[in-house]
């Protein structure tokens, strides 16, 4: 192994995140031979088979497994190792990786715009998903902080409020239901539905309410996207369960109708989470100042104005 370079490891590691040298030649900016030529390098070093193709599919084989598990290692050590140097600098550069409930697409990248322009030397790397894989994140230690709504019993984290994210009940704007309040849970509990993936969030406080009435709902259709679930209600296929944010840019069409059911909304908040006895970067703390301190802004929906956005400084931690 002494002749593997990082930029070797760099390839593999993105080989085997999408299970294709293609892509990694892609996201790279390299071409598909010298993609093959740097892994045939790699598994010479190593002495196994990294990859193996079974039809036209791609797997990694056990020790192609195990390298990647020490590959994500030695890239959160560096990023890391990077961060401390900054914050040594006490420069708000390097890099920033967050991952956030899908719920969160209608307002992060929104309000990131202007952090982003007031940090140019920041490095920000986020992605959305669902609540299962930001757990999932959270105990591989990727990210240098995570978003959700749902805080768990069992694990200890540090958290920090950032805002309500209310789960509302949407049909199309003519429904029958539309005009009715009050509207009783069981008599909800009878329309067709539309339900999120299994692992989300947003399904998970659904199924704890329809425990609650010791009732199931009438699934429809299930989908693992907020916006082909409007597009399906839209259609008429059913009702369903959003956050209030995910319509906020409908609101004014008249498209949707929030339905007025017993328990609705859903109370729930976003958090911003890490765990507990991690040392946060400087960037990361000042991104977190940042997001604590435009909470009245991003709860009124307004954009941002980056010329306007205090100054989050933050001495660099001891
Ligand atoms: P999710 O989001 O449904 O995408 O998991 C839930 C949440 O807002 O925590």
């Keep these: ?64 497994e195990i390298l990647y598990e020490s590959c994500q290692r030695v890239f959160s050590e560096l990023g890391e190792l990077e961060s401390a140097i900054a914050d040594l600098k006490g420069l708000k550069q390097g890099k920033l990786k967050l991952s956030a409930v899908t719920t969160t697409k209608y307002f992060l990248p929104r309000i990131i715009s202007p952090f982003c322009q007031k940090y140019p030397g920041v490095e920000l790397s986020l992605r959305f998903t669902n609540h299962q894989r930001i757990w999932q994140y959270f105990h591989e230690n990727q990210d240098d902080f995570y978003i959700l709504s749902q805080l768990p019993a069992h694990v200890d984290v540090t958290a920090h409020k950032i805002l309500e994210n209310p789960l509302i009940a949407i049909a199309p704007a003519d429904h029958p239901l539309a005009q009715e309040t009050d509207i009783p849970f069981e008599r909800f509990a009878e329309e067709p539905f539309i339900m999120r ?27 693992g996207s907020n916006e082909a679930i409007k597009q399906a209600v839209l259609g008429g296929l059913g009702i369903s369960v959003l956050s209030k944010h995910a319509i906020a840019l409908e609101q004014d069409t008249g498209w949707f109708a929030i339905l007025n059911v017993q328990d609705f909304p859903i109370k729930h908040h976003w958090y911003a989470i890490y765990p507990v006895g991690k040392k946060l970067s400087v960037v990361a703390r000042t991104f977190l100042d940042y997001l604590e301190a435009e909470r009245p802004l991003i709860a009124n929906e307004k954009k941002p104005n980056a010329k306007e956005i205090k100054n989050h400084e933050h001495p660099p931690q001891p």
């Design 197 to 223: 993936e299994s692992g989300s969030g947003t399904r998970q406080a659904l199924e704890e309410l329809f425990q609650k009435y010791k009732m199931q709902p009438n699934v429809r259709l299930e989908l």
């Design 1 to 64: 192994m002494q002749n593997v370079t990082l930029h070797q490891l760099r390839v593999f590691a993105l080989a085997a995140e999408h299970l294709s040298f293609t892509k990694a030649a892609e996201e790279l900016f390299l071409t598909q031979p010298t993609v093959s030529m740097q892994m045939k390098q790699l598994t010479k070093a190593v002495g196994l088979p990294l990859f193996e193709q079974v039809g036209k599919q791609l797997y990694l084989t056990q020790a192609g």
